[in-house]
């Protein structure tokens, strides 16, 4: 039987009239998380309003993939949401352009560029925001930073804001919002940061008139974000395809659950996201922690137990009693202690909550996935919460697991399993010893990741030593017996 393709002219009735959807926002880094994330409430604030004006135009960073699943769609995509209280499917129309953004650099900065757009979006990994690991400044040393400041068409998340942001003050668009919605502490304060340094940068006397003018014009709001978003798989498609009646090949599954809060600080016009469930409020910074150092890092312990163990997703790893107690421990006696919790959020309450969502198997969300680029996770995640501990006088024994499980994978992956960006540098650093403590004093010694004062505290390299080696010599079984008996 022939199924047709998802469009406009097979799917004629989308949510918005797309003939009276705007162009009000670029969004950099068009992925899955993007579409069931960002797009979705975007949508639901116009459907809210009766503000159409916030059609969305994405950027793809290096791949293709994006631009050939909706390019034939007209931007149209499923959102498949799995687990209890998800509902029916629905088609979302909120993506009224996609844009290869590697290959069309310049048409990415006109649009940052044009009056019609008020808001930049931006879901591109820490990866994508050229950060030096060491001062968590623009890495200008960055061979496409170079590039970008040297005048070439910006290729770059950063590169082709400023130069977008250029060609405000240059043609007199008024003020705008950069919104990061990616995992990072501060998000917001830093892209501020990183787009500045790469201002500073620039030759020719370009930089202080770019820089007032940035600062008065334009805002960088901290936010946080939530959704478990894994990546579809072709069984997904298939099984959208028999629900729909249509083939979507730019479906993507999402858990029910969704959270967006985002600091109540604007300089130009934006989507009534608070109408569609977003929390607008003066301090981010809260909830941001309690998500990075609560669930986040609990995804990180799962991902590398379960890596440790032989386990495909999460769910699987949350399903083992063991590790589910370890996980469990890690946030009540390790995290709990250690955060100043925003008004409204209820720390156990929230912890249950957590280990709920990573036991829904419907999701299928892969230790392997979750596992990658660890070298950038661990930061925000766990060392925030070890320091504190430590400086507690508190021994972090499951934030110490969660760093020697990664450290067992860094040793025993190769570098294409390992999917980090300093995957070379990581298995370049590790000793021809495999004792366990060799391994992990040259690993706690990486201060592109580690400070030189976690690599110097005995309790810590204590705890990383013994998790590393009961997962070395004892194996899954092993492991489990420690964390329940040991």
Known sequence: MHIERLSLSTFPTPAIDRGQLGSGIVHLGVGAFHRAHQAVLTEDAMLAT????????????????????????????????????????????????IIPGHERPQQVVDAISAATTTVVTL????????????????????????????GGPARTAIGQIARGLQG??????????????DNLPSNGALTRTLVRDFIAALPGGEADALDAWVRENVAFPDTMVDRMVPATTVAD??????????????????????????EDQFVAARPAWE????????????????????????????????????????????????????????????????????????GRQYIETVLERFANPALGHTTAKVGNDGSQKLGPRLLATITAALAAGRPPRW????????????????????????????????PSSTNSASIVRALVNHLDIFTPELAADTTFTGLLTHWYSIIDKHGPEGLRKEITHG
């Open 275 to 346: 109408r569609a469930g977003a929390l607008l409020t003066a301090d981010v910074l809260g909830w941001e922690t309690a998500k990075l150092r609560l669930l986040n890092a609990s995804h990180s312990l799962l991902a590398y137990l379960g890596l440790a163990a032989g386990l495909r997703t999460i769910a699987d790893v949350v399903a083992d009693d063991a590790f589910r107690t370890a996980c469990s421990r890690m946030m009540i006696e390790d995290v709990l202690p250690t955060l100043d919790l925003p008004e409204g959020l209820d």
């Open 50 to 97: 009766g503000d159409t004006r916030w059609g969305i135009t994405g950027v793809t960073q290096r791949s293709r993939t994006v631009v050939e699943q909706l390019g034939p769609q007209d931007g149209l995509f499923t959102l498949s949401q799995r687990g209890a209280g998800s509902g029916l499917l629905r088609v979302v129309s909120s993506l009224r352009d």
């Open 168 to 181: 405000r003050l240059r043609t007199d668009t008024g003020p705008i919002n950069i919104i990061s919605c």
């Open 123 to 150: 879901t591109v990994t820490e990866k994508g925001y050229r950060i030096d690991p060491r001062t968590r400044r623009l890495a200008l040393h960055d061979a496409a930073i170079q590039q970008d400041l040297a």
């Open 399 to 430: 934030a110490a697991l969660a760093a020697a499980a990664w450290m067992h994978h860094v040793s025993t992956a190769d570098v294409a399993e390992l999917d980090d960006p300093l995957a070379r540098s990581l298995k370049d650093s590790l």
């Open 237 to 262: 498609l298939d099984a959208v395809e028999q629900e729909l009646g249509l083939r979507d090949e730019g479906a993507v599954i999402a858990e029910p659950f969704r959270q967006w809060v985002i």
